[in-house]
């Protein structure tokens, strides 16, 4: 089944202690991104990446470090996390499609995070 | 700066009738716009996307309009259902990707 997955779903920390959270998807996609949702902002990105050696800041960058060293994979890690990051957090993937005409985002489930 | 506003109050309809969902952009010329569905606790499903040089676009019931002067997208849902309830987010592509805030839909049978 095509698919991003994230992990983990589900996450309480403490100021400081460092984190990350996986995202893969088996759908060979070139662009991956990363965003997070609060409530009355929508979703907001936070990188992006176009492929596996271009990766880019989105909107709100700051706070967060991402890895793409491989096609698959695009982990984003909280070095020191902040009360200000809990929010939900959305990977996603995407390539060009020839229905639509254009890049159609797959998302994950979603990794909700709270940092106390 | 780059700004996306959908109508921030929810949306009541009732069964059968058509929903209008509006986006609305500035500082922007994006290479297309895209609708999403998402539902509570879920993340976002791709519903449509329409480029800068197309007026419309359908699929099944639902309808995309975008009028690159107005900078103003419209999202139709025709005989509308309860299934339909959800929020309906729209996003600007280009290198980045810019979503409004997100319009809750409430269809009522």
């Known amino acids: 089944e095509a698919q991003v997955t994230q992990n983990p779903r589900y996450l309480i920390t403490v100021t400081g202690k460092k984190l990350t959270v996986t995202c893969s998807q088996n759908m060979n996609h070139e662009y991956m991104s990363w965003y997070r949702q609060d409530p009355g902002l929508g979703l907001r990105q936070i990188y992006y990446s176009m492929n596996v050696e271009v990766t880019d800041k989105g909107d709100v960058p700051e706070g967060y470090k991402v890895s793409r060293k491989e096609k698959r994979n695009f982990p984003l890690i909280l070095e020191s996390p902040s009360p200000n990051q809990t929010s939900l957090y959305f990977c996603?993937?995407?390539?060009?499609?020839?229905?639509?005409?254009?890049?159609?985002?797959?998302f994950g489930p979603g990794t909700r995070l709270t940092v106390t | 700066s780059q700004k996306i506003e959908q109508n921030s109050e929810a949306l009541n309809i009732q069964e059968g009738k058509t929903a209008t969902l509006t986006c609305n952009y500035t500082n922007y010329s994006p290479a297309y716009l895209q609708w999403y569905r998402q539902d509570p606790g879920r993340g976002p499903v791709f519903l449509l996307l329409i480029r800068e040089n197309e007026k419309e676009k359908r699929k099944e019931r639902l309808k995309v309009t975008f009028d690159t002067t107005l900078k103003q997208s419209l999202f139709h849902i025709t005989a509308s259902q309860p299934a339909d309830s959800a929020t309906y987010l729209c996003a600007l592509r280009g290198f980045k990707t810019i979503f409004g805030a997100g319009t809750r839909l409430f269809v009522k049978a």
């Open positions: 996603a993937s995407s390539a060009p499609s020839r229905t639509s005409g254009g890049y159609e985002q797959y």
